[in-house]
Structure formats: C-alpha cells, structure tokens
C-alpha cells in the first residue's frame, strides 16, 4: 500500500508480506529507513528487526558482523556482539572499547599506554610527569634510570647494579661516595679506596688490606695491616697508633708516651726520661733513666751487658748471658717498612 505525499519528498509506505510488518522509506529533508514490528502479546520488541537510519542524529542498525549498533548525535553510541555482550560504547567525552579508555581530552588508557593530560604519561619502558621535570625511562642497553628534577636520580644497569645516583646533595656511583662538601669516598686506580672529611679526616684501604686512617691531618694517625708501619711519613706524626696482629705500635707526642711491641721484641719510651727495650722474653733488657744517667747497655750479639751512670761512666764488670739472634730492635726508626699514606 502506498500513501504518496504524507510527509514531503516521502516516496512510499509499505506492509511487508510478513503481518504486521512494515517498513518506512522517507526523504525528509533527511533520509529515514526503518523496519518496525509492532508490540506483541508480551508487550516485547524484536530489537533485531529494528532499525533507524537518522543519520547523523540517530541510528540503530545490524552490522555485517552481526553486532547491533546504536547511535545517538555524538553524545552516545553502544555496539553489542551477537553474544550480548557489550563491545564498545561512549557517553559523552567517555568511551570505552576492546583494550581502550578514553576521557577526552583529559585522561586515557590505550593497551600498555595511558596518560592524565598534561600531568602524567605511561608506555613500555617509560614514565613521565612534566609539570615535576620527573619521570623514569630505559635506555637501549637496558639499564634504567629515574629522575626527580632537581632532587633526586637513580641510573641502574639491567643486572641491577647502581650506575649513579644523587639525593639532595649526595652522590654515589659504582666506585664513589659524596655527601657534598662534607664527605668524599672514591676508588683510585690501584685499587686503593680513599675517603676524606676536609680539614678533619682522611683513610685509605690499600688492596693488600692495610687500612690507614688520619684525624686532624696530618696530626693523628692510625694503622691497621699485617706489618707494623716504620716508613718516615707515618713515625714523623705527632701522634699514632698501630696494630698487626699481635704486634702493636702507640706513640703519643712524638714518643712523650711510647710503646711497642713487634715479634718479641718490645720497647717503651717516655721523653727522655725513661727507655726501655728488649729483643726476646728472658733476655735482659736494655733501659736508660734521663738519657743515661743511670743505663744498662746490652749487646745481644755477643751476650754481654753493663751498667752505666752518669751518662758516660762503666760501672762493674761486664757479664754475660746466652747470646741469640736477635728479633728486630724495636723502638728504632726510619728503617724500611712499606709506605705510610699520603
């Protein structure tokens, strides 16, 4: 049946072959196909058989693939699988599909990338904030690095190792330490670790593992190693300890107070007052009071001792007692020994 002229530029109106089924072709001034069923006894639709072509204001449609489609200006659409399940849809700045989330223009999610314009960025291998000149990134060797403008980085190679760092004002990288100014630590290129305090402290850890420190440089230093320290730079100090295992060296204002022990021999020392030295146990030590005014003078090479006053005059016969090899004099100094700290 046709009904020309109902609505203008309308071409027809017909009823399908189907009961009460009818389908609608217009011209408006818009073009509008629809095929409606009218409510059945259920008071239901069949939104299959349902389509409205209002393009671009509204639109309800079957696509090839069998998904349903709806439509409205563009403030809303909705596709829908064969399944019932909803593929995609937008509402406003809002959509939201397979592996996507869009509020435009301010925030979205695409697979592995998102972002919150313009205060926050994400992909694969990055992160970025601009406002904070922050972000975190990796590089093509694998390593990665993080930086928090102007506050704080962090690089780290892909093993995981630290590369270089900084908080605030300290440093750190694979050989070095700096708490700027107040703290330096370094590696050179012997091997030998160095650490420094201007002005207060300085140490070194050499690779054979002597260990030296100094406070007050070059005033007060200390030694730690396998040999007692007899080098010309490190006795010269007014003030200094020392230790290698059993052995032990401690000498307070240039040998005002002094002790040392290294084998079996040992020594002590105070000022010119007193000294005092033996090169074994059992042996008879060699001592002087007030540099000589009362002394005994040993010669352990041929085993024989003597006593001696008034700086300068034998007193007694000489005796003797079983000579021995001698370990080495202790309390004399400038002779060889490895090298002190610079």
């Not at 330096?184 to 260990?211: H, I, K, N």
């Not at 146990?281 to 090479?301: H, I, N, S, T």
């Amino acid at each position: 049946m046709d009904f020309p002229g109902l609505l203008p530029g309308m071409n027809r109106l017909r009823r399908n072959s189907r009961p009460m089924r009818m389908t609608l072709r217009a011209l408006a001034p818009l073009f509008i196909v629809a095929t409606v069923w009218p409510l059945a006894a259920s008071g239901q639709v069949d939104d299959e058989e349902y389509e409205v072509h209002l393009w671009p204001f509204i639109e309800a449609t079957t696509l090839p693939s069998g998904a349903r489609r709806t439509s409205f200006l563009v403030f809303f659409h909705r596709t829908v699988l064969p399944s019932g399940e909803v593929y995609s849809y937008h509402l406003g700045p809002w959509f939201r599909g397979p592996g996507y989330k869009v509020l435009f223009p301010l925030a979205y999610e695409i697979g592995d990338q998102a972002g919150v314009v313009p205060f926050y960025f994400r992909g694969p291998g990055f992160s970025f904030a601009p406002p904070l000149l922050s972000g975190r990134w990796r590089h093509k060797d694998d390593s990665a690095s993080t930086w928090v403008t102007p506050l704080f980085h962090r690089t780290v190679n892909a093993d995981g190792t630290l590369q270089g760092m900084h908080l605030l004002n300290y440093f750190a990288g694979p050989d070095s330490k700096a708490l700027f100014p107040a703290y330096w630590q370094w590696r050179r290129e012997d091997g030998a670790r160095r650490s420094c305090v201007p002005l207060l402290y300085s140490g070194r850890m050499d690779p054979s593992g002597d260990v030296y420190r100094s406070f007050l440089p070059p005033l007060i230093g200390y030694h730690r190693g396998d040999k007692l320290d007899n080098s010309l730079s490190f006795q010269l100090r007014p003030f200094t300890c020392q230790r290698a295992g059993s052995d032990y060296e401690f000498n307070f204002l240039w040998r005002l107070l002094h002790a040392r022990r290294e084998g079996t021999a040992m020594s002590a020392d105070m000022a010119f007052l007193w000294h005092l030295e033996r090169p074994a146990p059992g042996k008879p030590a060699e001592f002087q009071v007030l540099g000589g005014l009362f002394a005994r003078d040993c010669r352990y090479r041929t085993g024989s001792y003597r006593y001696r006053i008034l700086w300068f005059c034998p007193v007694g016969r000489r005796r003797f007692f079983e000579p021995a090899t001698p370990a080495p004099e202790a309390g004399r100094l400038l002779r060889p020994g490895p090298a002190g700290p610079e």
